[in-house]
């Protein structure tokens, strides 16, 4: 098995020119422009020098906590208003579960993580150790910058769902900016500053001092939807079988695949030279309410390719994830690490892609929107299987089909358990170059035992239609 | 910053993360502490004067949910099975001074929401294991003092009843407070706002609504910081 581990070095470019066939402006098969490096006008150097900085990205952590709490503190925020008797309070007290809101401690905690995990990843400092700077600048946070003692579901969600997306945007900020080369045009800059906006301003402060050799996959699929929820149902037995009706809503995703399984030429020497990654944000048509999203990342931390790809071919190892999933009326997340295979076979015009994966979630979340008492979900240990297809018909129509089952126990907080079902089935069909739309349902199901109550049963589902800009190679 | 000295802040961190204790203080005063009330002194509202209370609970638990008492949860704690016999007087009742209950009670780090306190009459049960609670026998609090006319009083309780005290009890890794506050200044006071309460009458419903207003006023919530006032939830 090839270790993906990177302790000490920035990797070298990760494109071989791959042999892949070439075609005037689009790939064989499924779907693909054609890659950069096939663009006799691409920039290709001068490659600047490795350089990375410790100092520095130690410095950025420090000044992205202080910058989030100042912020919170002019608006006012209790949790911010701290003193010297806090901070001492913090140490005495010691490390706590809290009881924040989901949504802060699923959501707000990594993209806080993301921050410093890109303060650091992008001056230079390899995935391991930009992970490390997250989780120092996490400490920090918990430590000195709340009134609250420190929290161990945040030090937890903090630099791991934070290095989760934090490469993943990394790596796709990167996928913008490389594309252009080293003279890449005001709209790549532009996008790259909006996927990694610590990557942004790195690069505003440093230009190419620690952006090293282009950092391109060798093909990647990428989808993004701008559209609506057109409909959709939740339902409950709490509150006597109540049903509601959802949307229409304003909504927008993505979908990327990172180092298509099966490509030939396929390296995985570093973590998340494959990844996965969707999200969905849709607005609620009450704006004083949390809207509905979604977010699935899960990337490959160590293994080795299968068969010499092209028609057939995969990948498999150990993967490490973070989800994080909140219809209207329930929500799962968590961190998840485990082993996975995912594999790929092309028959003619037809090519089909299959992942599985089962994962071990060390601290994962999930409950319901009605509050029992004055925590609304379960914190513990759990578990996830995922099962995955992904159909191509020629280079026109996408089909995903999405499965995942979470089991989250309630060891650390609240007690009881969660069962809960996620399914996606997606349709894509592309109708002229680069445009297509998107049809989505998901649909989810979740079964809760709380000690004292009546299990609860809860479904979501919600239908989506998208337009859809196709990228990837 | 090198790689070498990073993990110092992790490990010293973690290596103040080890004791998980737990201690429980009785706090006599009204929450949060009200400068007016304690230049009274001794007086509570209502016109009457307290010189002592006597009070025994038992059972103090940690639930890991709200149950509304009667019930205890999985991963329920008894920080302070007792009986307790909690004298106080002076400034201990109402000056908003703590006195020490329970010390160093080991506990896990994980939140607890409902903390449950039985007030029960002493048994001759209780009084064989401790014999100090002789003078409690058959009873569950007393309260001693002057009443609106002047008048010395023995008011004395049988009353049987669980405190249901539902609040986010979040258990650090080091040290921990819980505070049982006893705000004596309504106890005479009528719930309708009526007449005060005289503890001397002989009238039953007078003296129900004194036990009522006694066990409503102990409360319980996590103070690590010992300043009387419940800890923000951040």
């Known amino acids: 098995m090839a270790l993906a581990a990177d302790a000490v070095a920035e990797p070298a470019p990760q494109q071989p020119a791959p042999n892949i066939a070439t075609a005037p402006k689009y790939g064989v098969g499924r779907f693909r422009l054609l890659p950069p490096w096939e663009d006799p006008n691409l920039v290709k150097g001068p490659v600047p020098p490795p350089d990375k900085s410790y100092g520095v990205a130690l410095a950025e952590v420090v000044l992205i906590d202080t910058s989030i709490w100042a912020f919170n503190y002019l608006r006012g925020k209790e949790f911010a208003k701290i003193s010297w008797d806090s901070i001492e309070q913090n140490f005495n007290k010691g490390w706590i579960i809290d009881t924040d809101d989901y949504w802060a401690n699923g959501l707000g905690h990594p993209l806080h993580g993301n921050l410093t995990f890109n303060s650091a990843r992008t001056l230079g400092l390899n995935f391991y150790e930009s992970f490390a700077y997250s989780f120092v600048g996490s400490l920090i946070w918990e430590q000195f910058f709340e009134i609250q003692p420190p929290s161990m579901n945040d030090q937890v969600n903090t630099p791991f769902g934070g290095t989760m997306l934090g490469e993943s945007l990394f790596r796709l900020s990167r996928l913008i900016l490389d594309a252009g080369g080293y003279k890449p045009s005001a709209w790549r800059e532009f996008f790259s500053f909006v996927f990694n906006p610590m990557g942004g301003l790195n690069r505003l402060f440093y230009g190419d001092k620690y952006r090293g050799e282009l950092l391109l996959p060798v093909s990647w699929i990428g989808e993004f939807r701008f559209g609506s929820v057109v409909a959709g149902s939740s339902r409950s037995d709490r509150a006597d079988s109540s049903q509601t009706n959802v949307g229409p809503w304003a909504s927008f995703g993505a979908y990327i695949v990172y180092g298509v399984p099966g490509t030939p030429d396929l390296s995985l020497r570093k973590p998340f030279d494959h990844f996965e990654a969707s999200g969905s944000f849709s607005l609620t048509g009450d704006v004083t309410e949390k809207p509905t999203a979604t977010l699935l990342v899960r990337g490959l931390m160590l293994g080795e390719t299968l068969g010499a790809g092209g028609d057939s071919g995969g990948l498999w190892g150990l993967f490490s994830s973070y989800d994080f999933i909140a219809p209207n009326v329930f929500r799962v997340q968590g961190f998840g690490l485990g082993p996975g295979v995912s594999l790929m076979k092309r028959w003619d015009w037809f090519e089909l892609h299959g992942t599985g994966v089962l994962e071990l979630l060390p601290w994962a979340g999930g409950g319901t929107t009605v509050p029992l008492g004055v925590r609304d979900y379960h914190y513990g240990p759990g578990g996830e299987a995922v099962l995955q297809f992904r159909m191509h018909f020629y280079d026109r129509v996408v089909v995903r089909l999405d499965g995942r089952q979470y089991f989250v126990t309630g060891a650390y907080a609240r007690g009881g358990s969660e069962h809960i079902s996620y399914g996606k089935l997606e349709t894509s069909v592309r109708i002229a170059d680069v445009h297509g739309v998107t049809a989505s349902l998901d649909w989810g199901h979740r079964q809760a035992s709380y000690f004292g109550e009546p299990d609860i049963w809860q479904r979501a589902s919600v239908f989506s239609l998208y337009y859809t800009l196709f990228q990837g190679w | ?234």
């Open chain 2, 1 to 234: 910053m090198t790689r070498n000295v990073l993990p110092l802040p992790i490990l010293a961190s973690l290596a103040v993360a080890c004791a998980q204790d737990l201690d429980v203080h009785i706090r006599g005063g009204d929450r949060p502490p009200d400068p007016g009330y304690l230049v009274m002194g001794l007086a509570v509202d209502g016109g009457v004067t307290v010189d002592r209370f006597q009070v025994v609970m038992r059972n103090m638990r940690l639930q890991s949910q709200p149950v509304d008492g009667g019930v205890d949860t999985p991963g329920g704690v008894y920080v302070g099975p007792g009986p307790f016999l909690i004298e106080l007087s002076g400034p201990q009742l109402t000056g908003g001074t703590f006195t020490p209950l329970v010390n160093d009670y080991a506990v896990g780090a994980k939140g607890f929401y409902e903390m449950d306190i039985d007030l029960l009459p002493v048994s001759q049960g209780d009084v064989v294991l401790k014999p100090d609670l002789q003078p409690m026998l058959g009873k569950s609090f007393v309260i001693q003092g002057t009443n609106q006319q002047g008048a010395q009083f023995t008011f004395e309780s049988s009353i049987a009843k669980v405190l249901v005290r539902e609040s986010v009890f979040r258990m650090g890794m080091n040290h921990n407070n819980i505070d049982v506050n006893i705000a004596p200044n309504a106890w005479f006071l009528h719930p309708d706002g009526g007449a005060p309460l005289d503890p001397a009458s002989a009238d039953p419903a007078v003296r129900a609504l004194i036990e009522e207003n006694v066990a409503a006023s102990i409360d319980a919530y996590e103070d690590d910081d010992m300043n009387g006032i419940p800890d923000p939830l951040g």
